[in-house]
């Protein structure tokens, strides 16, 4: 970005009277939070971190090429001493968002920014918005998520499912130089807690749904569901899109419903006692097979037939927030489910793994499931798509919430006919100790088959089905590296799936 703005004007409303006398008319190129991203003309944001305070790190940046420093006013903190500008400012982490907006010349207010958050789902219901909206030749809308940033078939890499706030409205301003008129952005949890989206305009907020997850960071489940909660109260939302067979869906449903913004409800099930100003969005009848989705519904605007080449009754669910995003958009129906037809699966989501030179192969989908809810919906997704077999091969990360483990077994055990126990990222953690975990979740975990090798296990798997079964691969979809001892090593479900296909031919 070339933007300059003046540092006076740009922390105007964030500091104290007394310290703008102090600070010349200094112009600056960009800002950032990492020390290590500094270059020449820059503002270096030192916040308040876990481990220590970003204030450590300010004589590096000056030495870089700094040309001031913000820091959160913290007390007891030893101060460096700098040629450059050193303002301190209350609650910074809270403001950076306003004064990142501020710089990237409020892009987020030009843009149609919709907000996308719940446990499951987020990456595909901003994939195949994005798919719809740019279906009849436009690049009109791109995605910030789990799988990248711009346009959904060129995809920059990203760190994180929601980036940094300043990165974010440095994303959002370029978006906006690119032509891009809508931004689909996947808001996690994390996110709206640590204050990541702050100073975003959002005008559409999604929920998915809301299952286990992330306690490890949260702690309970009513935190967890507190920070997501704030995007449905965000200040200038237009509409609110919940999902109301989901709980947290429907408790939102009944509880925003007087508000003044158009909320729409979709789901399979009819909901009672639900506002009558509520635009309801409903399955009436929907058919699995093979080659994808066909669902009757209804609508606000009219009853029509809801077609996708995708897999999965959860995905269907997805489709019906994107269908809702698009009426609040201003589509017609007609239009909305056109675009709708023309979506293709996410990467790592229900994703069919083909083998064109194997005839009469089961299906082997591989999914991002890694929470008990996406697993347990992946399962009975599978389970439509099966004419006789479901078998099942899944792990858990290591390093993260160990009480989801044993539900993810007891809900395998459940749904699936054959369960293959793997490992799927232990990061620093025994894979002993999570296997250990796991199998405190099985009733009979001697039908069970363990088996480290991730690559193992799932040609084992692949090998034992036939015809009609259909092995689904759970936990690291879209991912193509497994992380050992803080090492990534080269791993995609979906090549090692394919390999064990050519080998079954």
Same mark, same amino acid.
């Given at each position: 970005?070339?933007?300059?703005?003046?540092?006076?004007?740009?922390?105007?409303?964030?500091?104290?009277?007394?310290?703008?006398?102090?600070?010349?008319?200094?112009?600056?190129?960009?800002?950032?939070?990492?020390?290590?991203?500094?270059?020449?003309?820059?503002?270096?944001?030192?916040?308040?971190?876990?481990?220590?305070?970003?204030?450590?790190?300010?004589?590096?940046?000056?030495?870089?090429?700094?040309?001031?420093?913000?820091?959160?006013?913290?007390?007891?903190?030893?101060?460096?001493?700098?040629?450059?500008?050193?303002?301190?400012?209350?609650?910074?982490?809270?403001?950076?968002?306003?004064?990142?907006?501020?710089?990237?010349?409020?892009?987020?207010?030009?843009?149609?920014?919709?907000?996308?958050?719940?446990?499951?789902?987020?990456?595909?219901?901003?994939?195949? $918005? +994005?798919?719809? #909206?740019?279906?009849?030749?436009?690049?009109?809308? /791109?995605?910030?998520? *789990?799988?990248?940033? !711009? @346009?959904?078939?060129?995809?920059?890499?990203?760190?994180?499912?929601?980036?940094?706030?300043?990165?974010?409205?440095?994303?959002?301003?370029?978006?906006?130089?690119?032509?891009?008129?809508?931004?689909?952005?996947?808001?996690?949890?994390?996110?709206?807690?640590?204050?990541?989206?702050?100073?975003?305009?959002?005008?559409?907020?999604?929920?998915?749904?809301?299952?286990?997850?992330?306690?490890?960071?949260?702690?309970?489940?009513?935190?967890?569901?507190?920070?997501?909660?704030?995007?449905?109260?965000?200040?200038?939302?237009?509409?609110?899109?919940?999902?109301?067979?989901?709980?947290?869906?429907?408790? $939102? +449903?009944?509880? #925003?419903?007087?508000?003044?913004?158009?909320?729409? /409800?979709?789901?399979? *099930?009819?909901?009672? !006692? @639900?506002?009558?100003?509520?635009?309801?969005?409903?399955?009436?009848?929907?058919?699995?097979?093979?080659?994808?989705?066909?669902?009757?519904?209804?609508?606000?605007?009219?009853?029509?037939?809801?077609?996708?080449?995708?897999?999965?009754?959860?995905?269907?669910?997805?489709?019906?927030?994107?269908?809702?995003?698009?009426?609040?958009?201003?589509?017609?129906?007609?239009?909305?489910?056109?675009?709708?037809?023309?979506?293709?699966?996410?990467?790592?989501?229900?994703?069919?793994?083909?083998?064109?030179?194997?005839?009469?192969?089961?299906?082997?989908?591989?999914?991002?499931?890694?929470?008990?809810?996406? $697993?347990?919906?992946? #399962?009975?997704?599978?389970?439509?798509?099966?004419?006789?077999?479901?078998?099942?091969?899944?792990?858990?990360?290591?390093?993260?919430?160990?009480?989801?483990?044993?539900?993810?077994?007891?809900?395998?055990?459940?749904?699936?006919?054959?369960?293959?126990?793997?490992?799927?990222?232990?990061?620093?953690?025994?894979?002993?100790?999570?296997?250990?975990?796991?199998?405190?979740?099985?009733?009979?975990?001697?039908?069970?088959?363990?088996?480290?090798?991730?690559?193992?296990?799932?040609?084992?798997?692949?090998?034992?089905?036939?015809?009609?079964?259909?092995?689904?691969?759970?936990?690291?979809?879209?991912?193509?590296?497994?992380?050992?001892?803080?090492?990534?090593?080269?791993?995609?479900?979906?090549?090692?799936?394919?390999?064990?296909?050519?080998?079954?031919?």
């Amino acid at each position: 970005m070339n933007h300059v703005r003046s540092l006076l004007r740009l922390l105007t409303g964030h500091i104290k009277p007394e310290q703008e006398q102090n600070i010349v008319d200094i112009q600056i190129t960009g800002l950032t939070l990492d020390s290590r991203n500094i270059s020449s003309g820059m503002l270096f944001v030192a916040l308040q971190g876990t481990q220590q305070h970003g204030i450590a790190y300010a004589k590096k940046a000056e030495s870089l090429g700094a040309v001031a420093v913000i820091w959160e006013r913290v007390d007891g903190i030893d101060l460096p001493e700098l040629s450059v500008p050193l303002i301190a400012i209350d609650q910074l982490s809270a403001k950076l968002g306003d004064i990142a907006n501020r710089f990237y010349g409020n892009a987020s207010h030009e843009l149609n920014i919709i907000g996308i958050t719940g446990t499951d789902g987020k990456t595909s219901v901003s994939h195949f $918005l +994005a798919q719809s #909206l740019n279906a009849q030749g436009e690049n009109h809308c /791109a995605v910030i998520g *789990t799988l990248g940033i !711009g @346009l959904p078939d060129q995809l920059e890499k990203a760190s994180h499912t929601t980036p940094d706030v300043i990165t974010v409205h440095d994303i959002l301003a370029k978006q906006k130089q690119a032509g891009i008129k809508t931004v689909a952005m996947e808001v996690s949890s994390h996110a709206l807690d640590q204050g990541r989206v702050n100073g975003v305009q959002f005008d559409t907020a999604i929920l998915t749904n809301l299952t286990r997850d992330h306690l490890d960071y949260h702690g309970t489940i009513e935190a967890y569901a507190a920070a997501k909660e704030k995007l449905f109260y965000w200040q200038g939302l237009k509409n609110i899109v919940v999902n109301t067979d989901d709980a947290m869906g429907l408790r $939102l +449903a009944k509880e #925003l419903a007087d508000k003044d913004i158009t909320i729409f /409800a979709y789901g399979f *099930t009819e909901q009672k !006692g @639900l506002s009558d100003k509520l635009q309801k969005i409903q399955v009436k009848q929907a058919q699995f097979d093979y080659r994808g989705i066909v669902a009757d519904i209804v609508t606000p605007i009219g009853e029509s037939v809801l077609i996708a080449p995708i897999l999965a009754k959860f995905n269907l669910s997805n489709l019906l927030a994107v269908l809702s995003a698009l009426i609040a958009m201003g589509y017609s129906l007609d239009d909305a489910l056109n675009r709708i037809k023309q979506v293709h699966t996410v990467a790592g989501r229900m994703e069919r793994v083909a083998n064109k030179t194997v005839s009469n192969a089961p299906l082997i989908v591989v999914d991002f499931a890694h929470t008990p809810g996406a $697993l347990k919906q992946a #399962l009975l997704a599978s389970r439509e798509h099966s004419d006789k077999r479901l078998i099942c091969v899944f792990g858990c990360g290591g390093d993260r919430d160990k009480g989801k483990r044993p539900l993810m077994a007891a809900i395998a055990e459940q749904l699936a006919d054959q369960v293959f126990v793997t490992d799927d990222n232990p990061r620093t953690e025994n894979p002993v100790n999570i296997f250990a975990d796991i199998k405190q979740g099985f009733k009979q975990a001697d039908k069970v088959i363990f088996e480290h090798n991730r690559q193992t296990a799932i040609q084992l798997a692949i090998t034992s089905a036939q015809q009609g079964d259909v092995v689904l691969i759970a936990g690291k979809g879209h991912e193509n590296v497994q992380i050992i001892n803080n090492k990534k090593y080269p791993f995609d479900d979906r090549v090692v799936a394919k390999q064990a296909l050519e080998k079954v031919a």
